[in-house]
T-cell receptor
Framework: EAQVTQNPRYLITVTGKKLTVTCSQN?????MSWYRQDPGLGLRQIYY???????DKGDVPEGYKVSRKEKRNFPLILESPSPNQTSLYFC?????????????FGPGTRLTVT | RKEVEQDPGPFNVPEGATVAFNCTYS??????FFWYRQDCRKEPKLLMS???SGNEDGRFTAQLNRASQYISLLIRDSKLSDSATYLC?????????????FGAGTRLAVHP
């Protein structure tokens, strides 16, 4: 089954404790990105990757890191989480040639930082 | 001003009703447009693209007005299963790549 998977789905952590949210897609898509969704603000892009070893900042990159060592994986790293990073996070992938409009989202990771 | 603006709703309609959502965008250079659907606590899913000439997919009709910079989605004969949040999405070419801007969404509740 074609899908985007994220782990963990739910995470409660404390300020300053490094964490990684994994994202994997099995559709051989070139383009991947991370979003956060907060009430009233819509989805905002954190980082994106056009292909392996090619990543760039989105609209709200502060406090996050990413890497793209393999085509299928695009982990999101929070080196020192803070309460303002409490949010719902989505990973998405998109095939080349669609202009990025046809995005397939993972099921989401609900993160709470206390 | 937000780049993509939507009425948050909720729109409460009975089954069988016709309902329309509008969305406005600020970047006149935007190139492509989409409607996504998001069920409560779930991931967004592409509902349909929006073409310049307007397009229809079953009970759903999308229209684009570039001059006024707005997009609309019309749902006919509403079903209970249409209850969801509808996200207006605009794709602009910026910084060497296509960037998706999501609206905050319009919530639809269809009741019996």
């Amino acid at each position: 089954e074609a899908q985007v998977t994220q782990n963990p789905r739910y995470l409660i952590t404390v300020t300053g404790k490094k964490l990684t949210v994994t994202c994997s897609q099995n559709m051989n898509h070139e383009y991947m990105s991370w979003y956060r969704q907060d009430p009233g603000l819509g989805l905002r892009q954190i980082y994106y990757s056009m292909n392996v070893e090619v990543t760039d900042k989105g609209d709200v990159p502060e406090g996050y890191k990413v890497s793209r060592k393999e085509k299928r994986n695009f982990p999101l790293i929070l080196e020192s989480p803070s309460p303002n990073q409490t949010s719902l996070y989505f990973c998405a992938s998109s095939p080349a040639g669609t202009g990025g409009g046809e995005q397939y989202f993972g099921p989401g990771t609900r993160l709470t930082v206390t | 001003r937000k780049e993509v603006e939507q009425d948050p709703g909720p729109f409460n309609v009975p089954e069988g009703a016709t309902v329309a959502f509008n969305c406005t965008y600020s970047n006149s250079a935007s190139q492509s447009f989409f409607w996504y659907r998001q069920d409560c606590r779930k991931e967004p899913k592409l509902l349909m693209s929006v073409y310049s000439s307007g397009n229809e997919d079953g009970r759903f009709t999308a229209q684009l007005n570039r001059a006024s910079q707005y997009i609309s989605l019309l749902i006919r004969d509403s079903k209970l299963s249409d209850s969801a949040t509808y996200l207006c999405v605009v794709n602009s070419f910026s910084g060497g790549y296509n960037k998706l801007i999501f609206g905050a969404g319009t919530r639809l509740a269809v009741h019996p």
